[in-house]
C-alpha cells in the first residue's frame, strides 16, 4: 500500500535559518504529492504540490522537488519567520483518472517553532 | 468565500453514545472527504463522498457512516462510541474530487 515517512521532529529553527523537512514515499504507479501546513487552532491548507517527477511546487518561499528516483519529496525554505510555526505535513494521492477522490495518506507531520 | 465550516467544535460524548459531526464545504463545491486526525495514527483517511454518493472509503469499522445532501453540506455519525473514537475529525472540500486545498477546523470529539 501507500504509505509516507517524515522526518521526525520536533524541530526548532532561528528567525532565517535554513529549513528542511524529509519527506520519502511508497507507492505504486504516479502519485501526486504535496506539503499541507497546520497552524494552532486551525485546518490543514495547501502550501505545494506536484504531480509529476521533476515537478516543483513553490508558495511563500517554500518549495519541494518531486524526485522519483529517490522517491522523496522534502520541503525546503531558505529563511524562516517566526510565523512559519505549524505542523507540516507531507502527502500523497494515487493518481485516478485525473481525480484522487479525496483520499490522501499523509506523513506524521512535523513541528516547526522558530524563535526570534 | 467562506471556507470549509463544521459544527460544532468541540464534543464530549460517553461510550456506547453516538455522535453526529456536520461540515459545509466551499460554495461549489461537490466532494467532501472526511479525516481522523489522532496523536497515535495520524491523519486518517474516513470516506469521501461526491453528489450524494460515497465514492471512496478508508479502513474504518461499520461504526463510521456518512452522508451527503443535495446541497453538498455532509454529515458523519459514529455510533457506539469507544474510547478510542476521541479525535479530531476533519473535513474538506473540493469541486470534484481533486486536489483538496482547504480543510476545515475540525471537531474534536472526546469519549469519556
Known amino acids: 500500500g501507500n504509505s509516507v515517512t517524515q522526518m521526525e521532529g520536533p524541530v526548532t529553527l532561528s528567525e532565517e535559518a535554513f529549513l528542511t523537512i524529509n519527506c520519502t514515499y511508497t507507492?505504486?504507479?504516479?502519485?501526486?504529492l504535496f506539503w499541507y501546513v497546520q497552524y494552532p487552532g486551525e485546518g490543514l491548507q495547501l502550501l505545494l504540490k506536484a504531480t509529476k517527477a521533476d515537478d516543483k511546487g513553490s508558495n511563500k518561499g517554500f518549495e519541494a522537488t518531486y524526485r522519483k528516483e529517490t522517491t522523496s519529496f522534502h520541503l525546503e525554505k531558505g529563511s524562516v519567520q517566526v510565523s512559519d510555526s505549524a505542523v507540516y505535513f507531507c502527502?500523497?494521492?494515487?493518481?485516478?483518472?485525473?481525480?484522487?477522490?479525496?483520499?490522501?495518506?499523509f506523513g506524521q507531520g512535523t513541528i516547526l517553532t522558530v524563535h526570534p | 468565500k467562506a471556507g470549509v465550516t463544521q459544527t460544532p467544535r468541540y464534543l464530549i460524548k460517553t461510550r456506547g453514545q453516538q455522535v453526529t459531526l456536520s461540515c459545509s464545504p466551499i460554495?461549489?463545491?461537490?466532494?467532501v472527504s472526511w479525516y481522523q486526525q489522532t496523536p497515535g495514527q495520524g491523519l486518517q483517511f474516513l470516506f469521501e463522498?461526491?453528489?450524494?454518493?460515497?465514492?471512496n472509503k478508508g479502513n474504518f469499522p461499520g461504526r463510521f457512516s456518512g452522508r451527503q445532501f443535495s446541497n453538498s453540506r455532509s454529515e458523519m455519525n459514529v455510533s457506539t462510541l469507544e474510547l478510542g473514537d476521541s479525535a479530531l475529525y476533519l473535513c474538506a472540500s473540493s469541486l470534484d474530487g481533486g486536489v483538496l486545498e482547504y480543510f476545515g477546523p475540525g471537531t474534536r470529539l472526546l469519549v469519556l
Open positions: 460554495s461549489g463545491h461537490r466532494s
Open positions: 502527502a500523497l494521492s494515487p493518481t485516478s483518472g485525473g481525480t484522487s477522490y479525496g483520499k490522501l495518506t
Open positions: 463522498y461526491f453528489s450524494e454518493t460515497q465514492r
Open positions: 507507492a505504486t504507479g504516479y502519485p501526486s
